[in-house]
């Protein structure tokens, strides 16, 4: 049975899908995965042993300029790539116009979410069969239940299992420290992670940061100015940066794709969470701790903190997830078995 799976975007989401491939695979074990994902994280379904092709598309690149795409060919480029092959079936596990529109053009029949169970309600006018999944589940637990209608096997009851192995090897003495994200309301201040990363480097491990964008290079730079030590990581690919998680003793984040991907590789991990919240979407492994804020307007889902009140730090519900807090929940998750 070969099945297409369209979940686009983000790196977080894509991670969600994984729990639910593996519930397939042992309910199913001939089925096998391609995967439509958007082009920047075309690495990440690979990392999934059911997966045995993946279909990138360039939504976010094409939307600045569908006239050149259009004349370029790469419309009907990705059009043919997408029918390349025939599915039994093809699940829509976004549930988003923008991804519902990719999977009807697929060749097969198509699967999501019934309306009642959708942001974009118009999405499931592209399916040819849908499925009721209660909204207020997390986003995990949804596309492990939309798998077990679509395919036709009993809604699996034990903890989600992401399919990715933890590492075996003696891990690094280091910190991966996830500094990065998009919205200004979910960045932890800088001087907290220069703090932390002083309290790592006295514990005797090395405090590492990622980067990939420009300013993300240079927040990171800043925290190790401010803090005196610290590493700047070269800049890597989903692959690299993979590897750096599972090695490192442990990981502290945002609420970030990455933040996901640690959390799914099993590494000891502590998650900050502000402006948004950690029930539907939050972090999910079995040493994984998300911490949210005690604040009075938390979480307000607003891309910069709007707080008008007397503030220490900015964004202002940050002040009660202070470094030492952060520093004692991710020392519990090492000690963890």
């Not at 369209?6 to 199913?28: E, M, N, Y």
């Not at 993979?242 to 090695?247: Q, V, Y």
Request: charge should be positive; glycine fraction near 6%.
């Amino acid at each position: 049975m070969r099945v297409l799976i369209v979940k686009t975007s983000s790196l977080g989401d894509v991670i969600h899908t994984f729990p639910a491939l593996s519930d397939a695979a042992r309910a199913l074990p001939e089925i096998e995965f391609h995967w439509l994902v958007e082009e920047a994280f075309a690495q990440a379904p690979d990392w999934h042993p059911a997966v045995s092709r993946t279909i990138p598309i360039a939504l976010r690149r094409w939307r600045r300029n569908w006239r050149d795409a259009w004349k370029k060919g790469r419309l009907k480029q990705f059009r043919t790539a997408l029918r390349q092959d025939d599915y039994d079936l093809i699940i829509d596990a976004q549930g988003l116009v923008k991804s519902a529109l990719p999977a009807r053009m697929a060749r097969g029949v198509t699967a999501g979410y019934d309306r009642h169970s959708l942001r974009e309600p118009l999405a499931s006018l592209f399916y040819q069969r849908r499925y009721p999944v209660p909204r207020d589940l997390h986003a995990i637990e949804r596309i492990r239940r939309l798998f077990a209608l679509a395919l036709d096997y009993p809604a699996p009851d034990d903890p989600p299992d992401s399919g990715l192995p933890e590492y075996q090897g003696e891990r690094e003495k280091s910190l991966v420290f996830l500094h990065g994200t998009t919205w200004p309301s979910k960045h932890w201040p800088l001087e907290y992670w220069a703090a932390l990363t002083v309290m790592a480097e006295e514990a005797g491990y090395q405090a590492r940061l990622p980067w990939h964008a420009p300013e993300e290079r240079l927040r990171a730079e800043t925290i190790i100015r401010h803090a005196g030590c610290g590493e700047l990581l070269p800049r890597m690919d989903l692959n690299g940066l993979k590897d750096a998680l599972a090695r490192t003793s442990g990981v502290v984040g945002v609420d970030t794709g990455l933040a996901h991907l640690a959390a799914a590789l099993n590494t000891p991990a502590v998650t900050l969470y502000g402006s948004t919240g950690e029930g539907l979407t939050g972090a999910v492994g079995r040493r994984q701790q998300n911490l949210g804020v005690d604040f009075e307007c938390a979480p307000c889902l607003a891309r910069q903190c709007g707080y008008k009140g007397e503030r220490a730090v900015q964004p202002a519900c940050f002040q009660t997830l202070p470094p030492h807090k952060v520093w004692s929940a991710l020392q519990e998750q090492m000690a963890r078995p």
